[in-house]
């Protein structure tokens, strides 16, 4: 963070100053105490499940300058020094968008859609870093506290900013994009991610829209030609209209001639005005050359040329977890874990990618629960159930009350003959599979992160050594 003293944070945040006007932090901004330390502010907010203020002590004791915070905090034989204010999300977000506002050279870049942020966030992170020093978050640190967070560890040497933006519902990512204004704004797809809790896909797109909204007439709106909802957007925009695309032979940049390896790591040619070059991902999906593609149409207009872009695609690593990593074990079966998050568009997405491995061989999948659907819910598990029949798979496995309609999705499709099983848990999904894997078996698990199947998948990715 740029260096603010006490008197400045109680300034900008509307906030009461406990403790000395001219005390310095210079470190970075954290609501995990484990992550505290010397220089930092430690911000104090409440949670389902614990209260930041009662780990203010151990923030301090880890170097913390201050405590950000709702009501003083007491540490052992003082108070700490603090800022207390109404609300520290809102506090969090002032300081951010100050902060923003005094860096005017970074460029800021936005990203949403309901599927593949996070994705294309780190694949456009890894080009862009090849341009100067950059920051894009961590996973998915993309809300009203991630958001400023990672826009507060900006500071006189940054470049660029690579932002994910997430929405629950109408105004969210308004809100993100007041906090740090973004230049440029990728959208990558509207799907039926958090679909329940907009009322329908017309809504996802309202909200994923407000992104291009908030671009300045200057500024570039990147826009995925193969949904149509994304484009629609383009008339929603100051900012001039850039398209990628997969399949639209009108997007300006594109990926032709995709093709995937035994082990569904995509390559392609890029197309871009400025010519084509080769690109080999070491991602596995189909799915993910659209992210791949919006990450360097974004690279590209921040000036990137195309040999860098196309060196950065082939060179990008997962920088995330539990999305679609791939595991080939000593046996010779496979292990997909892509137990994330889970929504119709990406579990259909992980699906193709199992059949594609599996190739003529077996196919299984341990599905969760898709969460947050509202009224589609059943339909949609059920939509999710019959796809993966109709993928010809060995064995699916539903986990959990939530994902049983998956089954009744599946029988669905009378001419499949695989076997489907309605398990309670995790564990029991693991005894339903013991002892049924054989080599050139590829094994999906896939859920929302709800459901916490990704230990299942770690089980299952290091079975070999049991054997
Ligand atoms: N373009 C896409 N279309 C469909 N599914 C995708 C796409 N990109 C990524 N996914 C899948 O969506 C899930 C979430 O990916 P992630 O990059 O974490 O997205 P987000 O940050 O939007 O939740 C993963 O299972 C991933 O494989
Ligand atoms: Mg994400």
């Known amino acids: ?144 506290f991630g958001h400023p967070l990672t826009v507060l560890r900006a500071d006189t040497a940054t470049r660029y900013l690579v932002l994910e933006l997430s929405a629950r519902g109408p105004g969210h990512i308004t809100y993100l994009c007041r906090i740090a204004p973004p230049r440029y704004g990728v959208v990558l797809n509207v799907g039926h991610a958090h679909a329940g809790e907009f009322g329908g896909l017309d809504q996802v797109a309202r909200a994923k829209g407000e992104l291009v909204e908030a671009l300045p007439a200057e500024g570039a709106a990147i826009l995925n030609a193969d949904d149509p909802r994304v484009l629609a957007m383009a008339a929603r925009t100051a900012a001039r209209v850039v398209t990628f695309g997969v399949d639209d032979r009108a997007a300006s940049i594109r990926a032709a001639d995709v093709r995937l390896d035994d082990l569904g790591r995509p390559s392609f040619t890029l197309l871009t005005p400025e010519g084509s070059a080769a690109v080999a991902l070491r991602l596995h999906g189909a799915h993910i050359v659209p992210d791949a593609v919006a990450a360097a149409a974004l690279a590209r207009e921040l000036g990137l040329g195309l040999a860098d872009i196309a060196d950065g695609l082939c060179a990008a690593v997962a920088r995330s977890p539990w999305r679609m990593e791939v595991r080939r074990r000593g046996d010779g079966v496979t292990v997909i874990n892509d137990a994330y998050n ?124 049991d054997r």
């Open 1 to 144: 963070m740029i260096p603010l003293t006490l008197a400045q944070i109680a300034e900008i945040t509307g906030g009461q100053l406990h403790g000395d006007p001219a005390a310095l932090v210079t470190g970075e901004v954290v609501i995990d105490s484990r992550r505290a330390g010397p220089g930092g502010l430690f911000a104090a907010v409440a949670g389902e499940r614990a209260d930041g203020h009662d780990f203010a002590p151990a923030a301090v004791a880890a170097g913390a300058v201050a405590v950000l915070a709702t009501r003083p905090v007491p540490v052992p034989s003082m108070l700490a020094p603090s800022v207390i204010v109404a609300d520290v999300p809102a506090a969090l977000a002032a300081l951010a968008r100050f902060v923003a506002g005094a860096l005017p050279g970074v460029a800021i870049a936005g990203i949403t859609g309901s599927s593949g942020k996070t994705t294309t966030k780190d694949l456009a992170a890894q080009l862009i870093e090849r341009l100067g020093p950059t920051i894009a978050p961590a996973g998915s640190f993309n809300n009203e």
């Open 342 to 465: 889970a929504n119709p568009e990406s579990v259909a997405a992980a699906l193709q990618a199992l059949r594609h491995l599996a190739q003529d061989g077996r196919g299984f999948a341990i599905l969760g629960h898709m969460a947050e659907l509202g009224d589609t819910s059943r339909a949609s598990h059920e939509d999710v159930g019959e796809f993966a029949a109709r993928a010809d798979l060995a064995g699916l496995i539903a986990v959990g009350e939530e994902a049983a309609p998956i089954l009744a999705g599946a029988r669905r499709v009378r001419s499949w003959t695989g076997d489907a099983l309605a398990v309670p848990d995790g564990a029991a999904a693991l005894d339903a599979l013991a002892n049924q894997l054989k080599p050139g078996d590829v094994v999906l698990v896939k859920a929302s992160r709800a459901a916490h199947l990704e230990g299942v998948a770690a089980v299952l990715a290091r079975e070999e050594a």
